[in-house]
């Protein structure tokens, strides 16, 4: 069944254009992940932080340890930041005067930063100082990126097994990351934003005064030194309530095109990465090609659904078509500027690398628009943010290879180690919180009837509300279908605790599954090895993540966005 | 609450030929952990934004500050934040869904409070909404009845401070305008064409128009007829 509008060429055009420029990053970002992961060397700014941590960066850890060391530091940031947030009124830099976050609103926001979901349960400029978006969001959104970057680090050299049980230091990854990677490219990415309008100031809301002679109030603020972090990151949080919607947080189709290669450049070049670590290259491209496939074909969804607009519109008298002086489609929470090619790749690059940031109003997709970008939150592995995407990937390649080695009667073995019960029972923890708690929370919440008054939407739309948020927080993405009121005690606390679930229950665990491989002796590949470098298994394992999936999500996708599509295509309302 | 004893002893052990380093202890881990929070809130959270405040305010000093529209040494607005349009003579922006600060009612185009509907495609408020927009924008604009209206004019914005409206949009209030002013409309189409933003790099995005820059040019052109 084909939309009654296609995309243009020029759409086509600019989302290919796109895609090539990320693709051809890949190779030398990649080679720099490497070294970042790999160097003996310490430059002297880090030898200079590792003194004032006072911690020894030759100190080996192995998953335990790496594990123990990376949930107490963020344990120690969470505390700080809710005391920060807290304490916002008697800190510098609030000229709007703003109060403190309410105490269960300080806890959603502190959790939701570090486990660099950023879901935001308030309004940017209505709630948070300058000092409050820079010393804690700012912060936060370097290091619970390098957070996740440090647990890939610590994964892949664990499958890669080069050092025994050892998986490196924290300490290490950490700093390398933050400053040989994240300082530098958000600095720069922050000018070429404010180059394009992005503001970075400290000076106090304007006051203009209208050409009809009204006033207008326009909030300025430090917004482009965030913004650049936030998609390298792919932390997601906006300085406006809108986000990237917002014309000051992306001014134009070029800032637009910037962010979504700066969400894709970490994520696809990890890939790279991870071959080039393992010394087999090919298994970092089955991995990427995986992962692109799933990317492109959700992309292509996404921007046929919105090219198609929504038959509801068109009765009421819109020209949704595509002609030479418009774009087209559904319009409703998209901006001019970006139409539907560049809001679909938006859509589909955050939730695809699990950034959490909007260029529009994902409420307001068409029903099969939002299912694409449900999708890829649910199979949570389609490139993903800060190293988590990849990690999540391994767990279906793992999967994969069981599934394989059962159908062959062989035990099974990835890379040169043997999987046994207690890998397989890891990656199932990990494989299941997933699910259980984005619909277990979901579950919850729709039988709550206070849980229900926080609806913007009736009907089948209201459920796929309430699915998108828990999606969102478990996924550690961010995004939402806004029109939800989250800031209720119910949902901060609820999604909270999603995302920490999401977070630590699929990080822990497979960090152990890394540890425990870590140990295990090589044994050599034989005739009978599964090989896991091929294309075909690059296709056994998308199919295994799509039947998981399926298996998981069908039900409920079916009560949310597949009722709404059909009665949109009825004209049925509500 | 009680820490648990760490199993790796923190004190190093007799002179062996290897030297073996000793695992911190949890109370140098919980220590090193609050040192970095502190470490990487200076570096991350107040030199970098404000490193990066100077050098954008030293490069792009028009931008940094929001890139502001002057007329007559007074600010009119932002060029990149829509106004609230309602006069006939004037291009008309889009719908938008804003609401006042305080929330107790909406307010198109509040700066200091971005906002969108987040109606569902399925949802009756949108569908009415549209219904009204279409025939008012008909209404303003001479078309009949069931004259379809471009898509932009009939939907809210994301932000609700979209700047642009699609050139199909502006051409069609063009005769509106012209009469409002007692200008030709060729002389209004004119203008809208040449305030065209064109795709970024002439492949991203779409071609559209900037409303508060086409009013000014209206106000300008009107000022320099009188």
């Known amino acids: 069944m084909l939309p009654a509008v296609l995309p243009g060429v020029g759409a086509v055009t600019q989302l290919l254009a796109v895609l090539a420029v990320s693709a051809l990053l890949v190779v030398p970002v990649g080679r720099l992940l490497h070294g970042v992961f790999t160097g003996a060397r310490h430059t002297a700014p880090e030898r200079l932080t590792y003194r004032l941590l006072r911690v020894n960066p030759a100190e080996p850890m192995d998953w335990r340890r790496y594990a123990l060391t990376l949930v107490l530091c963020n344990l120690v940031m969470l505390l700080v930041s809710y005391a920060l947030i807290r304490l916002q009124p008697w800190l510098p830099w609030n000229p709007a005067g703003l109060a403190a976050q309410t105490p269960e609103l300080a806890w959603n926001t502190a959790v939701s930063f570090m486990t660099n979901t950023n879901w935001q349960a308030y309004s940017g400029e209505q709630s948070l ?446 | 609450m009680t820490l648990p004893t760490n199993p790796e002893p923190a004190v190093p052990g007799p002179a062996t030929p290897e030297p073996v380093i000793p695992a911190a202890s949890l109370t140098q881990l919980l220590r090193s952990a609050a040192l970095a929070a502190l470490l990487f809130t200076a570096v991350c959270g107040l030199a970098y934004p404000l490193l990066t405040t100077l050098a954008g305010n030293v490069l792009f000093p028009a931008q940094a500050t929001g890139s502001l529209l002057l007329r007559g040494g007074q600010v009119v607005g932002s060029a990149l934040i829509g106004q609230d349009f309602t006069t006939p003579g004037y291009l008309r922006g889009r719908p938008s869904q804003t609401n006042r600060t305080d929330g107790s009612g909406p307010q198109p185009y509040n700066a200091e409070n971005s906002g969108a509907s987040n109606w569902g495609p399925t949802n009756a408020r949108l569908r009415d909404a549209a219904q009204e927009r279409a025939v008012s924008f008909r209404a303003d604009n001479g078309l009949g009845a069931s004259a379809p209206v471009p898509v932009d004019m009939v939907t809210a914005s994301g932000s609700g401070l979209d700047p642009d409206v699609s050139v199909a949009a502006a051409l069609a209030q063009t005769g509106r305008i012209a009469r409002e002013r007692a200008v030709a409309p060729a002389q209004v189409e004119a203008l809208i064409r040449a305030n065209v933003t064109r795709r970024s790099l002439g492949v991203l995005g779409e071609e559209r128009v900037n409303v508060l820059r086409v009013n000014l040019a209206l106000d300008a052109l009107s000022a320099g007829r009188r």
């Not at chain 1, 998986?167 to 700093?175: A, H, I, K, P």
């Open chain 1, 129 to 574: 100082s300058y000092f409050s978006q820079m010393a804690v969001l700012t912060t936060f959104m370097f290091t619970s990126a390098a957070t996740g970057f440090a647990a890939a680090a610590a994964f892949m050299r664990g499958l890669a097994g080069t050092n025994g049980a050892q998986l490196g230091n924290f300490w290490v990854d950490l700093t390398r990351i933050v400053y040989r990677v994240f300082l530098p490219l958000s600095f720069a990415v922050a000018l070429i934003l404010i180059w394009q309008g992005v503001p970075q100031t400290l000076n106090a809301t304007v006051t203009a005064q209208t050409l009809q002679g009204e006033t207008q109030r326009i909030a300025l603020g430090p917004v482009a030194s965030l913004e650049s972090i936030k998609h390298l990151g792919t932390n997601g949080g906006g300085f406006f309530g809108m986000n990237a919607a917002h014309p000051f947080e992306n001014p134009t189709p070029l800032t637009n095109a910037l962010h979504v290669l700066c969400m894709l450049l970490l994520p696809t070049s990890l890939t790279y990465a991870f071959g080039r670590l393992l010394a087999n290259r090919r298994q970092g491209w089955v991995i990427f090609g995986a992962m692109f496939t799933l990317f492109a074909v959700s992309l292509g969804a996404l921007l046929l659904a919105e090219q198609g607009g929504n038959p509801v519109l068109g009765a009421a008298g819109a020209d949704q078509s595509v002609t030479a002086t418009q774009a087209g489609g559904n319009m409703e929470g998209k901006e001019v500027r970006f139409g539907v090619a560049q809001t679909a790749l938006f859509a589909a690059t955050t939730t695809a690398a699990t950034t959490g940031s909007v260029n529009a109003m994902h409420d307001s997709l068409t029903p099969l628009g939002g299912l694409v970008t449900l999708v890829q939150m649910m199979l949570n592995s389609v490139f993903g943010g800060k190293g988590v995407g990849l990690i999540n990937f391994t767990q279906y390649l793992i999967l994969s290879v069981f599934l394989a080695g059962l159908m062959v009667g062989r035990t099974p073995e990835f890379l040169g180690k043997k999987i046994e019960a207690r890998e397989v029972k890891l990656v199932m923890l990990a494989v299941l919180a997933h699910p259980l708690s984005i619909l277990g929370f979901t579950a919850l919440a729709v039988t709550l009837p206070a849980a229900l008054g926080s609806l913007n939407n009736p009907g089948a739309h209201g459920f796929t509300e309430v699915l998108y948020a828990y999606t969102s927080a478990t996924a550690n993405n961010g995004s939402a279908f806004a029109g939800l009121n989250a800031n209720t005690p119910f949902y901060n606390l609820t999604t909270g605790l999603a995302m920490l679930t999401g977070r630590y229950l699929t990080l822990l665990p497979m960090l152990a599954v890394a540890g425990l491989l870590a140990a295990k002796t090589r044994v050599p590949a034989g005739s009978g090895t599964l090989r896991t470098d091929t294309a075909l298994f690059g296709g056994l394992t998308v199919a295994v993540l799509l039947i998981v999936g399926a298996l998981t999500f069908l039900p409920a996708l079916t009560l949310g966005p597949v009722t709404d599509h059909l009665q949109m295509l009825k004209g049925a309302v509500q």
